[in-house]
């Protein structure tokens, strides 16, 4: 053996400890490759990349992770650990669990419990709420919530201490109102929310009442959740209080405000943090700071030394947002090559631009005389498109012109849109008038009914618009809300609200008949009154029904009465008991108008009066018996008789038989022929519901 041999294994000693040095400090790319030497990378399952890190010297000040029974939580400085289920070097982003804001009402309508959802999971000022991952839902009825960013500089105990705010108002007429899977302002109601928000905190606006919603919203609810991960439902008027959400935190390296004023420190742990050599400094897009990433073609951990490597391993034809490529793609070692298909001739560069395609004779001779026969059916559709075109834009002309187009709260629907509900399938009344049927217009979960009449009267047609204008501001829980209407028909075609329970006609009289005790029937009498008195006298412009009936008043489960047919379907469609002269019918109708053709509130007055009659005897009024039931009730009321001789057997045993001759007193004033003799429909209100009150405290 020679002298050197000796010296030649020294050296090969020393490249091998030079080696195993190099590779104990550098990072490779996998589960274990972006956390410091010797510290935990993982737990429960969840990877732990610096400057994130559990225990002493294994993460950057303000990134401290605890693992807790196996689990991950962010280290806050209060005793509430904060869930983590995922973190990020690229984005810079922490996925964690934060809980809800809420406040809970009493029955005098004041907070009595509230929990702020503030949680300190920000101690060191790192992390900002993600605007772009994350938005504020707001749950509840009349509630209204709010986020604010960042507090102003010197601005203490003000109402408007924050950089800016963003929040929403949530709606809800009754029980109903809110629909699962809506979002949109009933029940639940969802906004962006601005940058630079530094915590959790929820705020409430206390001035609007909850007393007629604690039934089924007593509390209301604002949190801020991970897009996409939180679908609205009804059951969440009355959340889970301990309830948590999933929410995007963006984070960033804050000691210094921006990465020109980072690079004048130290590259090292705790100062500049961008220290790996193959990385590069990029300012914090929401708050100030600075986030640190591999140069391209690295990829690893900027965070620590040697952190970024050589991407060996990367497809680029896999990422076509990032390496483009208008050709054949093909993976090489560390890059990628592009070329242009064969049977096409070459572009100039492949990677810019598209490759032009070589076609044959035949092939082209094919190809035009298909696009030939394209562009002639694409213009014979064009023809029929305008055509249809023309004549919705007559019929929109016809049924009220594009004014309806810019009346907000009612809703212009196609033809297309009802044409799945209006089968035979789905009829649920049918008559002079046309037909009605009930279901679910699109994906939507609402019932609606669908009016089609089909008798017109043209005389009255070009009223429709502005019957539709009067409709649309008519809300009242105890009127059938008009959602909608399609004009693209000869006859226009409505969309109500559906009712459950049918009409009082069914209810009374027809197959749908049940029993009523006397509560039921003055509740059912006095919200019917109701909302006849807000048409008469609590809207801008006076609405007066003309054809007030058992038929025209629906019933909900809970029995209560909506108003129905005034208006527009009136002007539509006549049913046999109508005449074009006469609006109402003949069986409810005021004498006096029939007489003089004046039309006023007093007309309603005496068609109410009948219904009232009805309630109390459960017998059916019709003039085709020449009303026998008015004359043989009025002349037994005038002749001093018992009035319990007429009601109903279901009412005639109650116990406060002065109620019941108060009840027929009401009647015999609705009925006086004297029109200014009658009573006003808002005094008929107020009187029935003192006598319901009085009935259920029996």
Not at 284 to 291: A, F, M
Not at 351 to 367: D, G, K, W
Not at 394 to 407: A, Q, R, S, T, Y
Request: net charge negative; with cysteine.
């Amino acid at each position: 053996m020679s002298s050197t041999t000796p010296l030649i294994v020294l050296v090969l000693q020393l490249l091998l400890l030079l080696i195993a040095s190099a590779d104990s400090s550098r990072v490779t790319v996998g589960d274990s490759a972006t956390m410091m030497t010797g510290c935990p990378g993982n737990c429960g399952g969840v990877g732990i990349p610096y400057p994130f890190g559990i225990g002493a010297g294994c993460f950057r000040k303000g990134f401290e992770i605890i693992c807790n029974e196996d689990a991950p939580f962010l280290a806050g400085s209060g005793s509430r650990l904060i869930p983590v289920s995922d973190l990020s070097i690229d984005p810079s982003e922490a996925r964690v669990m934060l809980p809800i804001g809420w406040q809970c009402f009493n029955s005098s309508d004041q907070v009595d419990n509230y929990r702020d959802p503030n949680v300190d999971f920000n101690r060191n000022g790192m992390y900002r709420i993600s605007d772009t991952r994350n938005h504020l839902v707001v749950l509840g009825c009349n509630t209204l919530a709010y986020v604010g960013s960042q507090r102003r500089p010197g601005v203490v105990d003000n109402d408007y201490d924050h950089e800016s705010y963003t929040g929403c108002l949530c709606y809800c007429n009754d029980s109903s109102s809110a629909i699962s899977g809506h979002c949109d302002g009933v029940g639940c109601c969802q906004v962006d929310i601005p940058p630079d928000i530094t915590d959790n905190t929820v705020s409430f606006d206390g001035c609007y009442s909850h007393a007629r919603n604690l039934n089924f919203s007593p509390c209301d609810y604002a949190f801020l959740v991970e897009k996409n991960n939180y679908t609205f439902s009804t059951a969440d008027l009355r959340m889970d209080k301990n309830r948590t959400m999933p929410v995007r935190l963006d984070w960033a390296i804050r000691d210094n405000l921006t990465c020109s004023q980072a690079r004048k420190t130290a590259p090292q742990l705790g100062g500049y943090a961008c220290v790996s050599d193959n990385s590069d400094c990029h300012d914090s897009t929401n708050g100030l700071g600075y986030v640190c990433k591999c140069n391209s073609g690295y990829v690893g951990n900027p965070y620590l030394p040697n952190g970024c490597v050589v991407n060996t391993d990367i497809d680029e034809c896999q990422l076509p947002e990032l390496y483009t490529c208008f050709g054949d793609c093909r993976n090489t070692p560390g890059s990628y090559e592009c070329r242009c298909p064969k049977g096409s001739s070459h572009s100039a560069d492949p990677y810019s631009e598209r490759c032009t395609q070589n076609f044959p004779l035949p092939a082209q001779i094919v190809v035009g005389v298909t696009g030939g026969l394209f562009i002639a059916a694409v213009f014979v559709f064009i023809a029929l498109l305008r055509r249809e075109k023309r004549k919705t834009k007559e019929f929109f002309k016809m049924n009220g012109d594009p004014i309806l187009e810019k009346v907000n709260n009612i809703k212009l629907y196609k033809k297309e849109d009802l044409k799945p509900i209006m089968k035979n399938a789905n009829v649920i009344g049918k008559g002079g008038f046309g037909e009605v049927y009930k279901g679910h217009i699109g994906d939507s979960n609402q019932l609606v009914a669908v009016k089609k009449p089909i008798n017109v009267n043209f005389a009255k047609k070009d009223q429709f618009a502005n019957e539709v204008i009067i409709q649309s501001r008519v809300i009242h829980k105890n009127i059938v809300k008009l959602i909608g209407c399609c004009l693209e028909v000869d006859i226009p075609i409505l969309v109500y609200e559906f009712v459950s329970k049918g009409s009082l006609e069914d209810v009374l009289h027809g197959s749908n008949r049940v029993p009523l005790n006397l509560d039921q029937r003055l509740h059912i009498a006095a919200e019917s009154a109701e909302g006849l008195a807000y048409m008469h006298s609590k809207t801008s412009t006076t609405i007066l029904h003309g054809d007030v009936k058992p038929a025209n008043i629906l019933l909900n489960d809970d029995l209560l009465p909506k108003i129905s047919d005034f208006g527009i379907s009136r002007l539509l469609a006549m049913d046999n008991d109508h005449t074009m002269s006469i609006i109402g019918d003949m069986s409810y109708m005021d004498p006096v108008y029939f007489q003089t053709g004046l039309l006023t509130d007093k007309s309603d007055v005496y068609s109410f009066g009948v219904i009232l009659l009805e309630l109390i005897t459960r017998k059916k009024a019709s003039h085709s018996d020449n009303h026998s039931l008015l004359r043989n009730f009025l002349d037994a009321y005038t002749s001093g008789k018992t009035v319990t001789e007429f009601v109903d057997e279901e009412i005639a045993a109650t116990n406060d038989l002065e109620l019941l001759v108060n009840l027929a007193g009401m009647v015999v004033q609705c009925l006086n022929l004297n029109v200014d003799q009658r009573p006003d429909m808002t005094d008929i209100a107020e009187r029935l519901h003192y006598m319901a009150k009085r009935a259920r405290s029996n």
